[in-house]
Nanobody, 115 residues
Framework: QVQLVESGGGLVRSGGSLRLSCTAS????????TGWYRQGTERQRTMVAL???????HYAESVKGRFTISRDSTKNTLYLQMNSLTPDDTDVYYC?????????WGQGTQVAVSS
């Protein structure tokens, strides 16, 4: 099992920045990809940013140029630097990881961007 714990959410004004953190524990050696999703308006969460084990990054079109995903393997921590935030970014953000068996999700952290 993999456990993911997010932090760093909060309230920020439009144009501001936040950095989300996700610390992983458990069987982290099996993780193949990690990233961030947000809830959106659909039942299925939508991808915000991913980083693979070969260090390739992928971003949703809506966040390209504004968000940066990174990780510190020595701390087992994943980050999402969010700049130039807008009210459209308001959502619950979830840390995500996947191995060959299943995906894992954090509990979510609320990001609220006020206008």
């Amino acid at each position: 099992q993999v456990q993911l714990v997010e932090s760093g959410g909060g309230l920020v004004r439009s144009g501001g920045s936040l950095r989300l953190s996700c610390t992983a524990s458990g069987d982290i050696s099996s993780i193949l990809v990690t990233g961030w999703y947000r809830q959106g308006t659909e039942r299925q969460r939508t991808m915000v940013a991913l980083i693979t084990n070969d260090n390739k990054t992928h971003y949703a079109e809506s966040v390209k140029g504004r968000f940066t995903i990174s990780r510190d393997s020595t701390k087992n921590t994943l980050y999402l630097q969010m700049n130039s935030l807008t009210p459209d970014d308001t959502d619950v953000y979830y840390c995500y990881s996947a191995n060959l068996r299943q995906p894992y999700w954090g509990q979510g952290t609320q990001v609220a961007v006020s206008s």
